[in-house]
């Protein structure tokens, strides 16, 4: 049985069908009781808790052969202390769990990991080895996800089997961020349109982030290393406003901003944020803007190599179908 934490989010629930497609038996986490209804839909078992709180894991898991570690705090404006409990010691207590019952771990990293400026680096060029930048104090999320991956690869020393995937902006049905927010300004009739709209993102859909981890599982080619997972179709923002239309019935025009004022706007902006809630998460609107702007620098050649992850997805439509998800969940 594989433990999935997170299964009921965006990367978590194309995790679970995909476990499901393979006939694994599995077990998501989750905290409410929507979350049972959601995953037993999908095929799993639930059992309750928070990842931050140690008696969670001293629930027996009979019968576990692996855990995905895919629950995190990605973008909620808290503080760094909530951050820290639940991306940081979660994935501690993840790990350790892993290693009591001599089990591998597949722990859902980010690109984050890199820092933000990472971004502007040249198309494919940052592979797992690239140094690390400076990031930010206030940049609670990639703090967090860089310290948890250093926790899980600490234990690596102990024995643990493990590798880290470090999705880009992950997209799907299941979205609760990126498409969610595109949806609300194309509602409104707008969408900014940073430089030239032609540029492919680094955009990576949730099914293939599944399909990464089931490749790591399978193949036990990957235990000890991290691994990129993005690149699996070259979409632009263009793309995405396309998409975006088709479910919303008004025309939406598209307000084109230079790039380099954005920048200086989304910095100015986060300012205003950290002041108006000194202990909160103001969010990354520098990575959005970086994001929307285009560019994908992160090499995901290891992945292919190593696990053999080959992402099936046709951009085209899985963007459609993913806005028409939302549109309906929102209307729901
Ligand atoms: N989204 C992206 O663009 C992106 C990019 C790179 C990496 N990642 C990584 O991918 C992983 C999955 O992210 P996602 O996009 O699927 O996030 P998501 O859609 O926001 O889902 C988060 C999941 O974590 C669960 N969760 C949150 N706090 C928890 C806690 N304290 N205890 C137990 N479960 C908790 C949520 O449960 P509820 O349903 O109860 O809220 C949900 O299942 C994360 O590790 C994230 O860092 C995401």
Request: charged fraction near 20%; include cysteine.
């Amino acid at each position: 049985m594989i433990l999935v934490t997170g299964g009921t989010g965006l990367v978590g629930q194309e995790i679970l069908r995909h476990l499901a497609d393979a006939g694994v038996p599995m077990t998501a986490l989750v905290r409410s009781a929507e979350g049972e209804t959601l995953v037993r839909g999908l095929g799993a078992e639930a059992a309750r808790g928070v990842v931050e709180d140690a008696a969670t894991w001293q629930q027996p898991f009979t019968g576990l052969s692996g855990i995905v570690h895919a629950a995190a705090i990605v973008a909620e404006p808290v503080s760094w202390d909530r951050f820290e409990a639940v991306n940081v010691q979660g994935t501690r207590f993840a790990a350790d769990t892993a290693l009591e019952h001599g089990v591998p771990l597949v722990h859902i990293s980010s690109v984050a990991v890199y820092g933000r400026r990472a971004a502007d680096d040249e198309p494919y060029s940052i592979t797992e080895e690239y140094h690390r930048g400076r990031i930010e104090e206030r940049d609670y999320y990639a703090r967090s996800k860089r310290l948890a991956e250093q926790a899980v690869f600490d234990r690596a020393a102990h024995g643990l089997q493990v590798c880290a995937l470090r999705p880009c902006v992950v997209y799907g049905p299941g979205d609760r961020l990126l498409l969610p927010s595109l949806l609300r300004l194309a509602r409104r009739g707008w969408l900014p349109k940073i430089g030239s709209g032609t540029v492919p993102m680094a955009l990576v859909h949730a099914t293939s982030v599944a399909q990464a981890a089931l490749a790591a599982i399978r193949s036990g080619r990957g235990w000890g290393r991290a691994f990129n997972v993005t690149g699996d179709a070259p979409v632009t923002a263009n793309d995405l406003f396309q998409a975006v239309q088709t479910v919303v019935e008004r025309p939406v025009r598209t307000v084109p901003v230079p790039a380099g004022p954005a920048l200086v706007l989304a910095r100015a902006a986060e300012f205003g944020l950290r002041i108006a809630g000194p202990r909160r998460y103001p969010g990354s609107l520098q990575g959005a803007v970086r994001f929307l702007r285009g560019g994908d620098p992160y090499n995901a050649d290891a992945a292919r190599e190593v696990l053999g992850w080959r992402p099936t997805v046709n951009h085209r439509t899985a963007l459609v179908e993913a806005f028409q998800a939302i549109a309906a969940r929102e209307a729901a």
